[in-house]
């Protein structure tokens, strides 16, 4: 059973850069596919960008160009760098993997002000 821990969430003005992490309990390695998926207030988690072990990348379209994510195998370690926020973007955001199964982590909270 695969843990994730993510971290580097907080409180944004619009425009501005964060860089989330999740922190695998296992190598990562072998790991397909790894995303990054955000549920705001009222509304269904949605994906937000996945990539493979290979390094493809997939994005929704609202990201596309703000978003990257990437894996440090050697860190076990998932991440996303989201540049220019807009308060759109405020949601929890959640580390997943397909491993097996699909598991999750806790969620770290995105907040954009505007």
């Known amino acids: 059973q695969v843990q994730l821990v993510e971290s580097g969430g907080g409180l944004v003005q619009a425009g501005g850069s964060l860089r989330l992490s999740c922190a695998a309990s296992?190598?990562?390695?072998?790991?397909?596919?790894m995303g990054w998926y955000r549920q705001a207030p009222g509304k269904q988690r949605e994906l937000v960008a996945t990539i493979t072990s290979g390094g493809s990348t997939n994005y929704a379209d609202s990201v596309k160009g703000r978003f990257t994510i990437s894996r440090d195998g050697a860190k076990n370690t998932l991440y996303l760098k989201m540049n220019s926020l807009k308060p759109e973007d405020t949601a929890v955001y959640y580390c997943n993997v397909l491993h097996g199964g699909a598991y999750w982590g806790q969620g770290t909270q995105v907040t954009v002000s505007s």
């Open positions: 296992e190598s990562i390695y072998g790991i397909n596919v």
